[in-house]
Each structure stands twice: as structure tokens, then as C-alpha cells.
């Protein structure tokens, strides 16, 4: 997958292209009114013009884009098979569905930022991906140099990272009431934590002292600790990390007070031989040169291609026609509430 501007500008291109449409190839509109001020109309060519004015160079330069790669496309008789886009499309939901933590799906957003189904997403945006991807990595053959070398620089990327496992007892600094007592919150922690330094079972003072009542029955027990969605902060997870296993430290303060730590069990990280990931490291070696190459590639194309703009003479009042004629705005044509200058029909 192409994971760079150019991914943005080709998904951008389309959104251009349906946003275009929406508001009139032309200034013609109908007379479809899209709001109201003061009971004076906003017409859809007004709308038109002013997005043509406010984003056009960038909108217009999406579209260059789009155009010369599949020009690109279709010269280069590229034409992804169904499996490849199928693959692609279950690839792309599963990054949305990580980016976004599940709260929306690529059907939701296609449809909502681009008006697409995901059909018409794959065929468009994909398709467009993967001539990119083919054009970079060819069949995908690198040597073993290339390989280790990148997996050396990124060792730290397949490492599964040490565990620890974690009881604590808590002692909150604001009651259920919502009044602070941290004072006397940080005197009962240290009381607590001497008495577990002097021997007493732990297990025992988090059932007798600990105000985390999930925890408490089962001594405090918080089992192995994700660093990346601890609820209770980083600052627990950074302390058992220095700790040894079965030792006992705090008291460290979080949001909600303070807490006795108990570092149960530890698990060093484990770095996988190269030989058992190889054909993981070779997917990301890829996507990696796709992901550094796209954008030079794209510019390349969109260079070699015959492109002719002509949006800053229709700003100035000059309208050229598919044909190639050109004409001037007619000098009775009315400004828009927003100042521009638009012709109504």
C-alpha cells in the first residue's frame, strides 16, 4: 500500500472531482439555491466559484495527478487483477479500522469524504496504488543484503517487548465525594509500603488497604501490563520496568492517588531470528521503498505528461471550452454575496 502524500492526493483527486460536480461544471446552475441570508439567495454557482477561487490550484493540481497516472496506467497495459485489488481492499480496511481504533470503517469514510462505494474506491484509488507499487518494486525480487541490512536499521521494529506483570495497592487522593485528601492519601501509602518492605504478605494489604475494588479481592493483581493502554497511567509502568521481579517500590502518584507496586513477573523481549520472519521483513522492506519512492515516481509521470492549466485565465474572466475556444465572462454578470465574480443563468 502506498502510505504517502501521494495515497492522500489520489484519494484528494477524487473528492475534488465529486466536489466539482456537486457545485456545476459550469456556472450554470439552474437556479438551485443552497442558502438563504437575510431572504437573499446563495446560489450553487456562487458556492461553485468560491471553491473554485479558494482551494482550484490545489484541487486542479489533484486532478493533473490523477489524469497522468492513469494515462500512465493505461499506456504502461497495467490492469491490477481481481485478487490483487480484493487484497488491497481488505488491507486498506484493516489500516483504517487501526487508524481510526475501530469508530469508523472504509465503507463509512469512502462514501462520506469521497461519495464512493468500496468498490468504486478499489478501482479507482487502489488500482492507481498498485500501478504505483509495480512500478517501484517490480516482481518484488531483493537480495539478502538488501534484507538484512534493512532489518538490522529496524531490529527494533520486530522485537516482542518485555513484559511485567504488576499488583499494586491504591490509595486514592480525592474520596467518592470529590474531596481532596491527598496529604493523608500519600502518609497511608507509606504506611502501607513499609509494612511491605518489613515482610507482610502483599496480597493481604491490598485486600486490607487498596481502594481499586477490582483489584483488591485478588491482591492487587493487575496482570501483564500494556504500556500503550495502562489505565492507570505511565508512571506505574515506568517504575515496574526498573524494578526486579518480586520487588516492592512507591509510592507513585497518578490521577487518582497513590499506589504501592509489586512487580510479580517479568519477561525480557525476545528478538525473532531472521530466518523465521523473513517473508514479514521482505513485506516491509517493500512497502517501505514504495513508501519513499511513490511521490518521486508520481511527479515523474505527472512531468512527462502534456498538461496545459488554464484555471488562472478562467479567474481572470476567461472561459476555454473542451474545444479549445475561449471566450470573456459577459461584463453584466453579477458578483455573489462573497464578493466574486459569477454570471447567473
Same mark, same amino acid.
Given at each position: 500500500m502506498v502510505n504517502s502524500r501521494t495515497g492522500l492526493m489520489l484519494a484528494a483527486a477524487l473528492l475534488s472531482a465529486a466536489l466539482m460536480h456537486a457545485c456545476g461544471a459550469g456556472e450554470a446552475d439552474g437556479g438551485v439555491v443552497v442558502a438563504r441570508v437575510n431572504n437573499r439567495p446563495i446560489m450553487l454557482? !456562487?458556492? +461553485?466559484? $468560491? %471553491?473554485?477561487? #479558494? !482551494?482550484? +490550484?490545489? $484541487? %486542479?493540481?489533484? #486532478?493533473?495527478?490523477?489524469? $497522468? %497516472?492513469?494515462d500512465a496506467m493505461q499506456h504502461a497495459g497495467f490492469a491490477p487483477s481481481?485478487?490483487?485489488?480484493?487484497?488491497?481492499?481488505?488491507?486498506?480496511?484493516?489500516?483504517?479500522?487501526?487508524?481510526?481504533?475501530?469508530?469508523?470503517?472504509?465503507?463509512?469514510?469512502?462514501?462520506?469524504?469521497?461519495?464512493?462505494?468500496?468498490?468504486?474506491?478499489?478501482?479507482?484509488?487502489?488500482?492507481?496504488?498498485?500501478?504505483?507499487?509495480?512500478?517501484?518494486?517490480?516482481?518484488?525480487?531483493?537480495?539478502?543484503?538488501?534484507?538484512l541490512t534493512f532489518y538490522a536499521a529496524n531490529a527494533a521494529m520486530y522485537e516482542e517487548p518485555p513484559r511485567v506483570r504488576i499488583s499494586h495497592i491504591l490509595i486514592r487522593g480525592v474520596d467518592d465525594a470529590g474531596r481532596q485528601k491527598w496529604d493523608k492519601a500519600e502518609k497511608v501509602a507509606n504506611a502501607v509500603l513499609e509494612k511491605a518492605l518489613a515482610g507482610e504478605d502483599f496480597?493481604?494489604?491490598?485486600?486490607r488497604f487498596s481502594e481499586d475494588a477490582k483489584t483488591a479481592t485478588r491482591g492487587g493483581d493487575l496482570g501483564f501490563a500494556?504500556?500503550?493502554?495502562?489505565?492507570?497511567?505511565?508512571?506505574?509502568?515506568?517504575?515496574?520496568?526498573?524494578?526486579?521481579e518480586g520487588e516492592v517500590a512507591g509510592p507513585v502518584r497518578s490521577l487518582w492517588g497513590f499506589h504501592v507496586v509489586r512487580v510479580l513477573q517479568k519477561i525480557p523481549g525476545i528478538r525473532p531470528d531472521f530466518d523465521k520472519i523473513r517473508d514479514v521483513v521482505l513485506a516491509d522492506y517493500l512497502d517501505e521503498k514504495v513508501r519513499v519512492e511513490a511521490e518521486f515516481h508520481t511527479r515523474r509521470i505527472v512531468e512527462r505528461a502534456k498538461t496545459e492549466r488554464y484555471l488562472d485565465d478562467y479567474l481572470k474572466g476567461s472561459v476555454r471550452t473542451p474545444a479549445g475556444r475561449q471566450s470573456v465572462r459577459p461584463a453584466g454578470s453579477e458578483k455573489s454575496p462573497g464578493g466574486f465574480f459569477i454570471k447567473e443563468e
Open positions: 454557482s !456562487h458556492l +461553485h466559484d $468560491a %471553491l473554485v477561487r #479558494l !482551494h482550484g +490550484h490545489e $484541487a %486542479l493540481e489533484c #486532478l493533473i495527478y490523477r489524469e $497522468a %497516472l492513469k481481481p485478487e490483487d485489488l480484493a487484497h488491497a481492499l481488505e488491507e486498506e480496511r484493516r489500516s483504517i479500522s487501526r487508524m481510526y481504533k475501530g469508530e469508523t470503517t472504509l465503507a463509512e469514510m469512502a462514501r462520506r469524504e469521497l461519495g464512493m462505494t468500496e468498490d468504486e474506491y478499489a478501482s479507482e484509488v487502489l488500482a492507481l496504488r498498485l500501478f504505483l507499487r509495480s512500478l517501484i518494486v517490480g516482481d518484488g525480487k531483493v537480495t539478502e543484503t538488501e534484507l496480597s493481604a494489604l491490598a485486600r500494556d504500556p500503550d493502554a495502562f489505565e492507570w497511567g505511565p508512571g506505574i509502568i515506568q517504575h515496574a520496568y526498573a524494578m526486579r
